[in-house]
């Protein structure tokens, strides 16, 4: 039967009850279930709504993200991409930045994301002008510019503890992924590797580049291994290169999406953090686990 949650963000109150109600009241739903106060709820259907659309638009412009879900259940799976993600910034634009090069490789990462350009090439083109940056330039990213995501370490240590498995893959570095999937408690993690020389980078990635189709590959394949049907696995991510594993997953998320990307997703969350992917599986604020 389809699930309506709609979400707001933490902390806004702007989840009221008389909208969900009136809502609920028009599109002939099942008694509302609170799974935070103020700031989210569900209610079953019996049908897809026709208008559905319209109204998450509505919504939209109030502050709440609303998704409709044929089938909603806890998963058994998360896959996340790390990249304005996980973490609240692009890794490879701060390097760029350093090397005075940032508002270059900017410009390339948003057209990248957005699906304007070859992944794989523009990977290639940005490190390309990060030769000759200091190893440890690494370190200094890390410590001083690299944040969690809101709501990630309630996300990875709630899923956990209901025994799913967590995976981070990125397109950018493992030199940050191994970093970042410590910080949250990733169960695995793979991203592309940086190559080194003489304590330098130099300007080159490692092949083979792992790209959109590297993300379906590992959905597949740390599904198969743990014999999790595809249904089970809630994919997370924001780019054009996360798109494969997110239409392939039971449940794909376009976080704070890019607009090509938000548009190819049903379910897209444009107001609230991460735990909104909890709130997508019936998990109520009570049952949060902190990482």
Known sequence: MPHVTLIAAPGSGALETAMVEALRSAWGGGAARWLAPGEAAEFEL?????????????????????????????????????????????CIDELADLAGVGARVAEITA???????????????????????PESVIAEVLEQRITPAPGGRELVATMRAHGAVTVLVSGGFTQFASAVAGWFGFDIHRANRLEIAQGALTGRVEEPILGREAKVETLREVASERGIALEEVMAVGDGANDLGMLKLAGAGVALHAKPAVAAEVDLRINHGDLTALLYLQGYTRAEFVTG
């Open 46 to 90: 019996p049908t897809v709504p026709d208008n559905r659309w319209e109204v998450w638009a509505e919504l939209q412009a109030r502050g709440i993200d609303m998704a409709v879900q044929e089938r909603r259940g806890r998963k058994r799976m998360l896959i996340a991409d790390m990249d304005s993600t996980m973490i609240g910034q692009e």
């Open 111 to 133: 057209r990248a994301m957005n699906g304007e350009l070859n992944f794989e090439e523009a990977l290639r083109e940005r490190v390309g002008l990060l030769k000759g940056l």
